[in-house]
């Protein structure tokens, strides 16, 4: 079984501050790890994946996470936030084995970026 | 833009009735989830479809059902509503053999 603990329920930040959103799992097996993001009243949007290789993955928007496996870790980073990075950032894992099994969530972490 | 497109949006049921809620995935897409993501907390897994199969299922009583179609499109049947279900409700999907799942936008149920 797996499961993920998301440390901060809410992260209150000002813009062009740094900003860290902690995730940590359990498994027994290897896995997957994901950051999905979630604006108010719509759905989910992945942000970035830890599938293999390089520890370190970076999004499209200036976040960065990194695979820690001796820590079971996979904190969310962004050296400079924006308003629009207010949002709910929700850390999940799947089993790591072929084609990605379900999806175990945090509980989720409302960024909310003050000008 | 997943792809991913579920309808509708917003809903209201009353205390025993049944909701069928829908969505359409990309085509290839073959393997279809739907999530529960009630106020405040993450999305919990309900269950998974492959090939028109349910081939996991989540802490979810029978009273939550589904169904997968060929043209990638499946549905959510949940009976004898109870104010619990009310959350929004998420559909994902996958190639076969994908490592990465889109969801969709959702649909908000309501239960009263």
């Known amino acids: 079984a797996q499961s993920v603990t998301q440390l901060d329920s809410q992260v209150p930040v000002f813009e062009e501050a740094p900003v860290e959103l902690r995730c940590n799992y359990s498994s027994s097996v290897s896995v997957y790890l994901f950051w999905y993001v979630q604006y108010p009243n719509q759905g989910l949007q992945l942000l970035l994946k830890y599938l293999s290789g390089s520890t370190l993955v970076e ?22 936030v924006h308003i629009s990075d207010t949002a709910e950032y929700f850390c999940a894992v799947s089993r790591g084995s072929g084609s990605a099994r379900q999806l175990t969530f945090g509980s989720g972490t409302q960024l909310t970026v003050l000008p | ?54 081939n996991g299922r989540g802490n979810f009583p029978p009273r939550f059902s589904g169904l997968q179609f060929p043209n990638y499109s499946s549905e959510l049947n949940v009976n004898a509503l109870e104010l619990d279900d009310s959350a929004l409700y998420l559909c994902a999907s996958r190639t076969e053999g994908g490592n990465t799942i889109y969801f969709g936008e959702g649909s908000w149920l309501t239960v009263v």
């Open chain 1, 59 to 80: 999004s499209i928007n200036g976040f960065e996470a990194e695979f820690n496996k001796s820590q079971t870790s996979f904190h969310l980073r962004k050296p400079s």
């Open chain 2, 1 to 54: 833009e997943t792809g991913v497109t579920q309808s509708p949006t917003h809903l209201i049921k009353t205390r025993g009735q049944q909701v069928t809620l829908r969505c359409s995935s990309q085509s290839g897409h073959n393997t279809v989830s739907w999530y529960q993501q009630a106020l405040g907390q993450g999305p919990q897994f309900i269950f998974q479809y492959y090939r028109e199969e349910e």
